[in-house]
């Protein structure tokens, strides 16, 4: 069975920061393109960052970007999001998304193959 487990979320000050944790399994997590997704209340999903399958190149949404780190583990098939300087602009359920697509496809969320059940992050004062 594919899982992917998202954790680390919580209600946080602006300037906070917070690291969120992406636990995959039924799958060969190394051959996949792994994606971090967003999804405000009340707005579509947004895309906001990305790592290729080797972790070697990444890819980040312009409102996030010199803010968050994503960074993979394939020994521990997980992968993370690093959050710093948090804004409430921030504040939305957060995602994990595996694609065997390439990775320039992996900014759509539409290719992806895999979700996790997300993980809710508030910035608030």
């Known amino acids: 069975e594919v899982q992917l487990v998202e954790s680390g979320g919580g209600l946080v000050q602006p300037g906070e920061s917070l690291r969120l944790s992406c636990a995959a399994s039924?799958?060969?997590?190394?051959?996949?393109?792994m994606s971090w997704v967003r999804q405000a209340p009340g707005k579509g999903l947004e895309w906001v960052s990305t790592?290729?399958?080797?972790?070697?190149?990444?890819f980040y949404a312009d409102s996030v970007k010199g803010r968050f780190t994503i960074s993979s583990d394939n020994a521990k098939n997980t992968v993370y999001l690093q959050m710093n300087f948090l804004e409430p602009e921030d504040t939305a359920v957060y995602y994990c998304?595996?694609?065997?697509?390439?990775?320039?496809?992996?900014?759509?969320?539409?290719?992806?193959?895999?979700w996790g059940q997300g993980t809710q992050v508030t910035v608030s004062s």
């Open positions: 998304a595996a694609t065997l697509y390439p990775v320039s496809f992996a900014l759509v969320p539409a290719y992806f193959d895999y």
């Open positions: 039924g799958f060969t997590f190394s051959s996949y393109v």
């Open positions: 790592i290729d399958r080797d972790g070697r190149r990444t």
